[in-house]
């Protein structure tokens, strides 16, 4: 890889910031096979010297889009933040609507699609059921994700390394790795008190063409009407079948 791969202005208006594009630059090194890397790696494959590429690799580290650990570099979570955007600014929402609105109809409760965004869960789409909608819940809206079925969802599709660090930042989460070990063996979560202390809810995953989740799914659930077998058994599968129709429909889609 050249100086100029490496982002030294060449093709690029006066504008250019160069330390943006050799930022850029070192976070394209990672891949498959590249998870890991040294500075001097780094250094080698986009023509920077070393001690350049070992300052990116350290800002980046204390960005948050990349982690030390003493050794080698490696991406964190963070750096699916663009991808979460563009996919939310565009296709996403416009995807799920039409299957959060035949779920809603079919269940006659509110659902919803949420995204994982730092500690949060943030909603990309709601469409009310005829029971119930929570007030709050309105498009942009966030929720701790620890404590919503749909933020346990996508705590479960995190590495396990990234999930103990958040886990280790809580200050009470007692029962929530036992909950999203659950998660990742069943492939749906169920909570109590989600939104607000009336509702019970239901969340699956909803993943790429590649098969990583960006997204959950959501359903919320009146506990005095339904008890836990009941949504399970005739709740629950409806809900999987939004989730996947949602991914049939994303798979459509050309990739960008």
């Known amino acids: 890889m050249t100086s100029t791969t490496a982002g030294e202005g060449a093709g690029h208006g006066p504008h250019f910031v160069q330390a943006v594009g050799r930022a850029f630059a070192i976070l394209r090194c990672f891949g498959a096979d590249r998870p890991a890397l040294t500075a001097g790696a780094a250094a080698k494959l986009t023509g920077l010297d070393r001690a350049t590429a070992r300052r990116l690799l350290l800002t980046l580290a204390d960005l948050g889009y990349v982690r030390y650990d003493g050794q080698a570099f490696r991406l964190t979570p963070r750096t699916l933040d663009p991808g979460y955007a563009y996919l939310s600014g565009?296709?996403?929402?416009?995807v799920a609507h039409p299957h959060l609105h035949d779920l809603a109809h079919k269940l006659n409760e509110t659902?919803?699609?949420?995204?994982?965004?730092r500690d949060d869960v943030v909603y990309l789409a709601v469409v009310p059921g005829h029971r119930h909608a929570p007030p709050t819940l309105t498009v942009g809206a966030r929720r701790p994700a620890y404590t919503t079925s749909s933020g346990q969802v996508l705590l479960a599709a995190l590495p396990?390394?990234?999930?103990?660090?958040?886990?280790?930042a809580l200050p009470d989460v007692a029962g929530l790795p036992k909950e999203v070990e659950q998660v990742r063996e069943r492939g749906w979560a169920m909570a109590e008190h989600d939104l607000d202390d009336d509702l019970r809810a239901i969340a699956a995953p909803v993943r790429h063409r590649r098969g990583r989740v960006i997204a959950a799914v959501n359903a919320s659930v009146?506990?005095?009407r339904l008890g836990h077998g009941q949504v399970e058994r005739d709740y629950v599968p409806e809900l999987l079948r939004a989730a996947w129709s949602i991914e049939a429909d994303l798979a459509k889609l050309p990739e960008g």
């Not at 659902?111 to 965004?117: E, G, N, P, R, Y």
Request: hydrophobic share 40%; glycine share 0%.
């Open 111 to 117: 659902a919803s699609l949420t995204v994982l965004d």
């Open 90 to 94: 565009l296709a996403l929402p416009e």
């Open 222 to 224: 009146h506990p005095d």
């Open 160 to 168: 396990e390394e990234e999930l103990t660090r958040r886990f280790d």
